[in-house]
């Protein structure tokens, strides 16, 4: 049965449950993934019997802590066994897996993501979700800008867009020119890419194709992939560029999408809680954070889906919890969507860190193009940070004055110096998928 266009929730009733009978359910589940998990997946078995846990030690929600924490390396570490390719990482016979993802690999070897038919569907409902919340319906015609191929993220797209009825268009092979050409002759009303992605066409249609990105008239983009959506700056640059409204998700190839912003547009994600038991732990100590406004690390448990079980998953991503939004959804909000990674937040001459803060700042300065390569490193025992961005072409400030702008910002945001150097525009790297705009070259970190 076709859902009514006017249906603000994809499901209803889930998405409006009081947090008390979403706890219940939550727990419910969580438990039968943990069973589930301990029974048939030799992974898991190892993590727990490791750690001396046993399902049954799961009696009731305050226990959740309790179970151990998977890492992306065990899935590593499980996929280098044999039978090739997923090893032991598996709870289902492998001639059960009909769909085969990976994730992107900036991080080191890729996970392999295994799926059956069973996961597969629950992937493109999960996905509906967000789509549903961020007003897509039939009328809507769906470009995906992205190669396909591995990536999950292009087609759990392209099948949710279906599910919830709108029309879809590949992107696939096409380079950036191509795809701006078939938006503007197909006359697209939605795209969906990574916020980096988003900026390069941006870049290509005004100085390639001597185009506003305006006129192609194109209203909602949604973002996943990387967390910049949700910087404000970010978020405006792209609203004013193109007109449309953005909005971001957030997703991990092993866990799901599991994080949306709504229509509301809360100024952060809602988690859904239908889907995924969402936990933010103290970032050292690793115990919950149930207030609100205070940092935390997100670990994610999938629930209902078999093949390749994620529980208790840390993603390393950062947020916080903040207040409900007014759409009405009880799915609780992460403010500010994902603030960083634990793992690329460091000390730099005693000082905390976060590179996603250089980010609001040179997107932030309206003379600067929206790519730039971050880096620290050692130098006569000296810790050095690096800044390399580019000038927009026709800006007429001098360079020297805007480098003096730039630092001071910085040291205003981060209370660090950074050593700026300006490329010549267009010369930085401007991938279609996720990119890694940190490195951190320092012997010890
Ligand atoms: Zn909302």
């Known amino acids: 049965m076709q859902k009514k266009e006017t249906e603000r929730y994809w499901n209803p009733f889930l998405e409006t449950l009081s947090p008390q009978e979403m706890k219940r359910i939550q727990f419910k589940k969580f438990k039968r993934m943990v069973e589930w998990a301990y029974l048939n997946s030799k992974l898991y078995r190892r993590l727990y019997d490791a750690a001396g846990f046993k399902p049954g030690d799961l009696k009731r929600w305050e226990d959740i802590p309790n ?49 059956t038919w069973q996961d597969w569907e629950w992937w ?91 006129e192609l008239k194109i209203e909602k983009i949604l973002c996943t992939g990387e967390p910049g959506a949700n910087v404000p700056s970010t978020k405006r640059q792209i609203e004013e560029a193109w007109g449309a409204k953005v909005y971001d998700n957030a997703m991990a190839t092993e866990v799901g999408g599991w994080g949306f912003e709504c229509t509301s547009q809360p100024g952060g994600l809602h988690a859904n809680e239908a889907f995924f038991l969402i936990e933010l732990v103290d970032i050292d100590r690793g115990y919950p954070i149930q207030e609100l406004h205070i940092p935390g690390k997100i670990v994610v448990t999938t629930f209902d889906r078999y093949a390749q079980p994620c529980i ?20 609780r909000i992460l403010k500010g969507g994902i603030h960083g990674r634990a793992d690329e937040i460091t000390k730099i001459k005693g000082v905390l860190f976060n590179p996603l803060t250089v980010e609001e ?85």
Request: charged residues 30%; hydrophobic residues 35%.
């Open 124 to 214: 493109t409902e999960m996905w509906a979700y967000m789509l549903w919340a961020q007003g897509l319906r039939k009328s809507d015609r769906v470009f995906i800008l992205s190669g396909y191929n591995v990536n999950m993220s292009s087609w759990a797209s392209h099948y949710a867009s279906e599910k919830v009825g709108c029309e879809v268009i590949p992107g696939g092979i096409l380079n950036t020119e191509e795809r701006l050409l078939k938006i503007k002759e197909l006359r697209a009303n939605v795209i969906m890419a990574s916020p980096s992605y988003v900026f390069r066409m941006e870049d290509t249609c005004k100085n390639k194709l001597h185009m506003d990105p305006r």
């Open 312 to 331: 208790r998953f840390d993603t390393k991503d950062i947020s916080m919890w903040g207040k409900p939004c007014q759409c009405g959804r009880t799915f």
């Open 67 to 115: 179970v151990p924490i998977v890492q992306k390396e065990d899935y590593r570490r499980a996929q280098a066994r044999e039978p090739w390719p997923y090893g032991d990482s598996l709870s289902v016979p492998l001639d059960e897996i009909t769909e085969y993802h990976q994730t992107s690999g900036t991080t080191g070897q890729p996970v392999y993501q295994a799926d």
């Open 361 to 445: 700042v040179v997107l932030g300065t309206q003379e600067l193009a929206d790519d730039y390569f971050l880096e620290v490193k050692e130098e006569d025992s000296a810790e050095i940070l690096v800044l390399k961005v580019e000038k927009r072409p026709g800006v007429c400030l001098d360079t020297k004055t805007l480098e003096r702008n730039l630092a001071r910002q910085l040291r205003l945001k981060t209370n660090l110096t950074f050593q700026i150097e300006f490329q010549e525009y267009g010369t930085l790297l401007r991938p279609e998928v996720k990119i890694q705009r940190f490195r951190d070259m320092r012997v010890n970190k």
